[in-house]
């Protein structure tokens, strides 16, 4: 698995959502933040907006969840059609339990960290897991800035999937641009989630293309 980009529709113009969508083809997949205004400040779009999408593109898509109680909501989103759905630890129940449930309904399971929520304590989980995202600004709003003090973590994370033989991604997701996408490639992550630096570049997909050709420059794994 080579380097992935997943462009956040946090940042592209929601009222035309799926013409949006259809200006990044060359992405890997469509990242979908979905925020409940309870665990992060703010709301989004939920279920019925995602589904209206999923019918609306052949692009992936990638469901991060922000919000309460995941393990009641987040396997409507893979019987929706999400290729993965993410949830965050913080506010799972039984995060176990929940992978195994989202992968038993066809969907990649992928569990989230916020940038204070150290990575070693869930060492044992990762092999239940299809994903670890690591949040790289606090979660809740697009256009935030880097958090260089999350690298420690992605370098980690890495060591930890790779001394387990695990074939995991890792995702990071908050300020990935042209300017910081190399230190994250470089720290071990191979999936990148970019809202503002794809949504508001004049060509969107050339700058997928861009991200994809500077991470791959400077990724020590792949």
Not at 85 to 91: G, I, N
Not at 174 to 184: K, W
Not at 196 to 204: E, I, K, L, R
């Given at each position: 698995?080579?380097?992935?980009?997943?462009?956040?529709?946090?940042?592209?113009?929601?009222s035309?959502?799926?013409?949006?969508?259809?200006?990044?083809?060359?992405?890997?997949?469509?990242?979908?933040?979905?925020?409940?205004?309870?665990?992060?400040?703010?709301?989004?779009?939920?279920?019925?907006?995602?589904?209206?999408?999923?019918?609306?593109?052949?692009?992936?898509?990638?469901?991060?969840?922000?919000?309460?109680?995941?393990?009641?909501?987040?396997?409507?989103?893979?019987?929706?059609?999400?290729?993965?759905?993410?949830?965050?630890?913080?506010?799972?129940?039984?995060?176990?339990?929940?992978?195994?449930?989202?992968?038993?309904?066809?969907?990649?399971?992928?569990?989230?960290?916020?940038?204070?929520?150290?990575?070693?304590?869930?060492?044992?989980?990762?092999?239940?897991?299809?994903?670890?995202?690591?949040?790289?600004?606090?979660?809740?709003?697009?256009?935030?800035?880097?958090?260089?003090?999350?690298?420690?973590?992605?370098?980690?994370?890495?060591?930890?999937?790779?001394a387990?033989?695990?074939?995991?991604?890792?995702?990071?997701?908050?300020?990935?641009?042209?300017?910081?996408?190399?230190?994250?490639?470089?720290?071990?992550?191979?999936?990148f989630?970019?809202g503002?630096?794809?949504?508001?570049?004049?060509?969107?997909d050339?700058?997928?293309?861009?991200?994809?050709?500077?991470?791959?420059?400077?990724?020590?794994?792949?």
């Open positions: 698995m080579g380097i992935q980009i997943t462009p956040s529709v946090l940042n592209a113009d929601l035309r959502l799926a013409d949006e969508v259809a200006r990044i083809p060359s992405s890997d997949w469509v990242h979908i933040d979905v925020m409940d205004n309870h665990f992060v400040p703010n709301l989004t779009l939920g279920l019925p907006v995602f589904e209206s999408l999923a019918r609306a593109t052949d692009l992936p898509l990638d469901a991060h969840l922000m919000i309460e109680d995941p393990d009641r909501w987040a396997p409507a989103y893979a019987e929706a059609g999400a290729g993965s759905v993410t949830f965050h630890v913080e506010a799972a129940k039984a995060p176990v339990r929940l992978a195994r449930e989202l992968r038993a309904k066809g969907a990649r399971a992928s569990m989230a960290l916020k940038p204070a929520t150290g990575i070693d304590q869930y060492a044992d989980v990762l092999g239940e897991l299809d994903m670890v995202l690591l949040m790289t600004v606090e979660p809740g709003f697009g256009g935030q800035k880097f958090l260089d003090l999350v690298l420690p973590k992605i370098r980690r994370t890495r060591e930890l999937i790779s387990a033989g695990l074939e995991v991604w890792l995702q990071v997701d908050g300020g990935v641009s042209p300017e910081t996408i190399e230190r994250c490639a470089e720290a071990g992550a191979d999936v989630v970019a503002s630096a794809v949504f508001s570049a004049d060509d969107p050339a700058m997928v293309q861009q991200l994809r050709k500077l991470a791959a420059g400077a990724t020590p794994h792949g």
